[in-house]
């Protein structure tokens, strides 16, 4: 999980360069293309053999996967790296009160306590402006939600489908949906008709060739270490590590010129580490 948390916070990084110069679609589109030519290849290679069945869940995951990506992609490029990422790992939460409420998966106390203070230090490492207009919450909320829904149905999928084919779902729908908005920015002209509606370009240079390929391949690696992280594990003892996203995309922040973290960062970054430490470092049923 923590390679999967690396590998997300690098593809965050290059969605705020690129998102200077291209619109959310495309992002998506280019994000996913590089990694379906690797998961075929792979799939010719050495075929799946699985149960399947649950082919309506396939493809819900694909497509709710996809939606939260496009929320998330927007809000790098509108809202900074800090807070999107701040919004995105709400999800933990949402995925133990989902698991509690509708699976066995249920969290021990421990694990329910480890959460609470992972997220608290979220809150202390990136402070959220709470005076941001409404639209930017909802855009936040969203995407928590989209993102839990998504990864409890890996959980489920993992019991039916080779972790390739889901990957691929989500992939595949991540190359149609942008297809169908680039359909939509041929008849809405204006750059108001929404962040679902986009213009195809060509990459404007060999440097953004070059970032559209690290995006697509920090994306398929951090997609199959995090696929296998949810199918190993139970859901509210993987999830918590990925606050560790927050740490590797303070340090990648750094590298790109951001200010060194103070005093209520460096609480915040004790609190999550102590989070995982505590969700971690005991089997299930030790105190």
Not at 205 to 227: I, P
Not at 254 to 264: Q, T
Not at 273 to 283: I, M, N, S
Request: with cysteine; proline share 5%; charged share 10%.
């Amino acid at each position: 999980m923590l390679g999967a948390c690396l590998c997300f916070s690098a593809m965050v990084a290059t969605s705020k360069v690129l998102g200077a110069t291209y619109d959310t679609p495309q992002q998506v589109f280019f994000r996913n293309l590089i990694g379906v030519i690797f998961v075929l290849g792979s799939l010719v290679r050495r075929p799946a053999r699985h149960v399947g069945g649950r082919p309506l869940l396939l493809v819900s995951r694909g497509i709710i996967g996809t939606i939260s990506l496009y929320l998330l992609f927007y809000a790098v490029s509108t809202l900074g790296m800090a807070r999107s990422i701040t919004y995105q790992y709400t999800y933990p939460l949402l995925m133990a009160l989902f698991s509690y409420l509708f699976t066995a998966d249920k969290p021990a106390k421990r694990e329910v306590a480890a959460i609470v203070i992972g997220m608290a230090g979220v809150w202390f490492i990136f402070k959220p402006d709470m005076t941001m207009p409404p639209e930017s919450h909802m855009i936040g909320l969203a995407n928590a939600l989209l993102t839990t829904f998504a990864y409890l149905a890996i959980k489920q999928l993992s019991s039916y489908y080779d972790a390739r084919y889901i990957v691929l779902s989500f992939m595949l729908s991540g190359l149609a949906l942008p297809i169908l908005s680039f359909i939509g920015g041929q008849a809405f002209a204006s750059s108001d008709a929404g962040f679902f509606i986009g213009h195809f370009k060509w990459p404007e240079n060999g440097f953004h060739w070059l970032l559209f390929l690290s995006m697509g391949l920090t994306a398929l690696a951090g997609q199959v270490l995090m696929t296998h992280a949810f199918a190993a594990g139970s859901v509210t003892r993987v999830a918590p590590i990925g606050y560790s996203s927050i740490f590797f995309s303070t340090i990648i922040g750094i590298a790109l010129g951001e200010s060194i973290p103070d005093p209520a960062t460096i609480t915040g970054m004790a609190l999550i580490v102590g989070g995982g430490v505590l969700v971690t470092a005991f089997p299930r049923g030790e105190v």
